[in-house]
């Protein structure tokens, strides 16, 4: 999705508790670039490499230097725009209809180890899982 938007994505070494950022990048198609932080688990990348584009998608007019996420979701951004990214990311790696779709199929109710199953189906962490089916 970032290629498709124009968006590089790099892996780098961020300061501690840094995800990722999002900054402007006169080299990108887009005018921005990704970095997300190398030493985090790839599901974790993957969600930061999401909530960035969400951050892109929905907030590009607001930065100005960059935006830095840590792993507490917090930046120099409102706890409101955060929140959206965290949303819109989510949605973008765990769609509702197909998660709502995916549970069904394992009976409808969602459980930790449904969310543990569904977590590596969809290649996010059990805790976004378990948090995108409502179990914390």
């Known amino acids: 999705m ?3 938007l124009g968006i590089e994505v790099k892996s780098a070494t961020l300061r501690p508790r840094i995800s990722g950022q999002l900054q402007r990048s006169p080299d990108s198609p887009s005018g921005f670039r ?24 929905l907030h590009r007019d607001y930065i100005g ?32 209809k197909s998660v709502i779709r995916v549970l069904r199929e ?4 969602a459980t930790p180890e449904i969310a543990r199953i ?14 995108r089916l409502g179990l914390g």
């Open 118 to 131: 569904m977590a590596e189906r969809y290649d996010v962490s059990e805790v976004a899982m378990g948090i």
């Open 2 to 4: 970032a290629r498709a």
């Open 34 to 57: 990704i970095r997300v932080n190398r030493h985090e688990a790839a599901t974790r990348q993957r969600f930061t490499i999401a909530h960035e584009i969400a951050h892109y998608l």
């Open 106 to 109: 394992y009976g409808g109710i």
């Open 65 to 96: 230097d960059g935006i830095e996420d840590s792993i507490l979701y917090r930046s120099t951004l409102s706890d409101a725009r955060e929140a959206e990214a965290n949303r819109l990311g989510a949605q973008l790696l765990m769609p509702e």
